[in-house]
């Protein structure tokens, strides 16, 4: 049996739902009696309802909020990268995702935006190295005379 926080949560009767806590026969609820599973199921029927409504709102409010916490949100990506790296069926998934034409042609594009951006790169930087040089030169010159 998970270990929960007695300060929080206690084991008591079975709610209407049948919620069972890690097969104890009893339901694991608040302090204030209310069953854990059947608050939380409720919850996420009100965020869908929600968002549903009005979708824009909710994809601001998670840009803003990754923006604002991209340490947590970079941390949460690599957890939900490693249990996902475990699991057969992401990984089937992803295995049949990438040999989708749409998929392997867009995969295609962004390799090539990408080699043009490190072409353009290393010119830019050929001519910095090429300038520096020429600056280098003029005070050299410069000096002498």
Request: hydrophobic residues 25%; aromatic residues 12%; proline residues 3%.
């Amino acid at each position: 049996m998970k270990p929960f926080d007695e300060s929080k949560y206690y084991l008591g009767t079975l709610c209407k739902r049948g919620h069972d806590y890690e097969g104890t026969g009893k339901s694991l609820r608040f302090i204030s009696g209310h069953c854990t599973l059947c608050f939380y199921q409720r919850k996420r029927v009100y965020q869908r309802k929600k968002y549903k409504e009005n979708p824009a709102k909710y994809i601001e409010e998670a840009r803003n909020y990754r923006k604002q916490n991209p340490i947590k949100t970079k941390l949460k990506d690599k957890l939900q990268y490693q249990k996902r790296k475990e699991d057969s069926i992401w990984i089937s998934y992803l295995k049949q995702y990438k040999r989708r034409p749409d998929v392997k042609m867009k995969n295609r594009e962004i390799a090539a935006k990408y080699n043009r951006k490190i072409k353009k790169a290393e010119i830019i930087q050929n001519c910095i190295t090429i300038l520096n040089e020429e600056v280098q030169h003029e005070k050299h010159t410069n000096h002498r005379s």
